[in-house]
């Protein structure tokens, strides 16, 4: 069984900054790719932020120079620094992972997500 559990969401004003964490637990042979998405109310999921393995990133226009993604490959964890933040990025964020359970098998995993809410 493989879980991935995010956490560190919350309500923070305009300008003020957040740190999500997820890790990912159980049978993993190794971690591909790692990303964040969001979704706000009555809007579609979108893409926030992935890094690669080997630490490659890519970020959403909306967050590029605010936010930041890195990754603990010994801990199975990535994390999402969030600075800056504005009402707009208010969301559900989740977390997704590419999960090898052996060399060729894999299957990508979502979190429960964590709320962040930012007031202005």
């Known amino acids: 069984q493989v879980q991935v559990v995010e956490s560190g969401g919350g309500l923070v004003q305009a300008g003020g900054s957040l740190r999500l964490s997820c890790a990912a637990s159980g049978n993993i042979f190794f971690i591909g790719d790692m990303g964040w998405y969001r979704q706000a109310p009555g809007k579609q999921r979108e893409l926030v932020a992935v890094i690669t393995i080997g630490g490659s990133t890519k970020y959403a226009d909306s967050v590029k120079g605010r936010f930041t993604i890195s990754r603990d490959n010994a801990k199975n964890t990535v994390y999402l620094q969030m600075n800056s933040l504005k009402p707009e990025d208010t969301a559900v964020y989740y977390c997704?992972?590419?999960?090898?359970?052996?060399?060729?098998?894999?299957?990508?995993?979502w979190g429960q997500g964590t709320q962040v809410t930012v007031s202005s």
């Open positions: 997704n992972a590419d999960i090898f359970v052996t060399t060729h098998n894999h299957n990508y995993y």
